[in-house]
């Protein structure tokens, strides 16, 4: 389960579900010029894929389904949206395949300091402070860093 149950995967970049993801990870659409971006060497752009497994624990299962929602609704939903500019998430049941992590989230970002404030704000909720959940494993990528490497490294070495 979710643990925002709004989340769906976007695959439209022209749609943004329950206004909680701001682009799907194959727009087309240009970057915004007010968002803070990560750049390097020459000033390309970076995106970041963020991989977060979490596991729900027998305290979260044992609550009714209207109480999981309106759980999201009031500890998490504000956290998502207040990030959804910055932040694409996606969010994906695993319990069916893997017994630990029993979810994971996948996050697409520029900024790696919202990141890091989103999960900050996520650890400060009932969620995780009560041991509702628990963050068993994050492994962050860059995404296309070997064709960074080759233009701001190699491409330098070449040039000298």
């Known amino acids: 389960m979710p643990i925002y149950e709004g989340f769906e995967p976007n ?25 803070r971006n990560t750049t390097h060497g020459q000033g ?5 894929g963020i991989f977060i497994g979490y596991t729900f624990t027998p305290a979260w299962l044992a609550k009714s389904w209207e109480e999981r929602e309106r759980f999201q609704q009031e500890h998490l939903a504000p956290i998502f949206e207040k990030y959804a500019d910055r932040l694409s998430v996606q969010q994906y049941d695993a319990e069916a395949f893997s017994a630990s992590p029993t ?14 404030f989103f999960i900050e704000e ?32 190699l491409d330098a070495d070449d040039s000298r």
Do not use: M, W
Not at 16 to 35: G, L, Q
Not at 123 to 143: N, P
């Open 103 to 116: 979810d994971f989230a996948f996050i697409e970002t520029e900024d790696l300091r919202a990141y890091y």
């Open 122 to 153: 996520l650890r400060d909720t009932a969620l995780f402070a009560e041991g509702l959940a628990r963050i068993d494993v994050i492994h962050v990528g860059l995404a296309d860093g070997y064709r960074h490497f080759a233009k701001e490294v």
């Open 44 to 48: 390309h752009t970076v995106k970041y």
């Open 11 to 35: 695959t439209d970049s022209t749609t943004v579900p329950n206004s909680c993801a701001s682009h799907s990870s194959y727009s087309s659409e240009p970057a915004d010029p007010t968002r």
